[in-house]
């Protein structure tokens, strides 16, 4: 199995009712031997038109957020839990999102072999942690699951919402995040490492 072959298959896919409202699958994107896999909650109204990952407004936040820590998106895998839109960006359903994560979402997982995963949001933190989670608690530290490295975070949804950048607000927070993924990311076997820049202590997003 590739991940190319994956991903052919999962367009026809019609196990859970998402597929019935969904205008394209939105299966992931980036570097298939990614060592960071970023996971979101499912695709919104942008996503589901283009059947890319992350392309609307939350997508252009994640792609600064990235670029301010010196992450090059290309770098990265980037998925959702589910692959077809809910209907109104309303969060997947318990059995929408089993069904999804156990056709689609692990196979991606053992097929890239990422060693660190950040879940954006709560129901992707859910599925990694194994129980419900309130994500203003869980986000900013390191959990381990099945040998991977998983470091929860704000949805940029959540920072649209929370424009703030004091100190303690969302994107303050995200911001420190981002930097302690990317210094785990610099301390992993590279695959090409890279000279760690002098950050600031604002947000660059």
């Known amino acids: 199995m590739t991940l190319e072959l994956l991903q052919a298959q999962a367009q026809n896919c019609t196990a859970c009712r998402l597929a019935e409202g969904r205008t394209r699958v939105v299966f992931g994107e980036g570097n298939p031997d990614a060592n960071l896999m970023i996971v979101g909650e499912g695709p919104g109204e942008e996503e589901d038109k283009t059947g890319r990952p992350f392309v609307g407004k939350a997508g252009q936040l994640l792609n600064r957020i990235l670029e301010a820590a010196g992450i090059p998106r290309e770098e990265v895998y980037i ?27 692990l196979k991606q997982i053992e097929l890239i072999a990422p060693q660190i995963i950040v879940p954006l949001g709560a129901v992707a933190a859910e599925f990694f942690l194994g129980e419900k989670v309130s994500i203003t608690k869980v986000r900013g530290k390191w959990y381990e699951w099945h040998g991977i490295k998983v470091f929860p975070m704000f949805h940029p949804a959540y920072l649209l919402r929370n424009p703030s950048r004091a100190p303690g607000s969302p994107k303050h927070l995200t911001w420190l995040d981002i930097q302690e993924v990317k210094r785990a990311l610099d301390a992993l076997p590279p695959k090409e490492r890279r000279p760690v820049k002098a950050v600031s202590q604002e947000p660059l997003f």
């Open 79 to 105: 998925t959702n839990i589910v692959k077809c839109r809910p209907p109104q960006n309303r969060a997947p359903l318990p059995d929408e999102a089993k069904i999804c994560t156990d056709k689609w979402l």
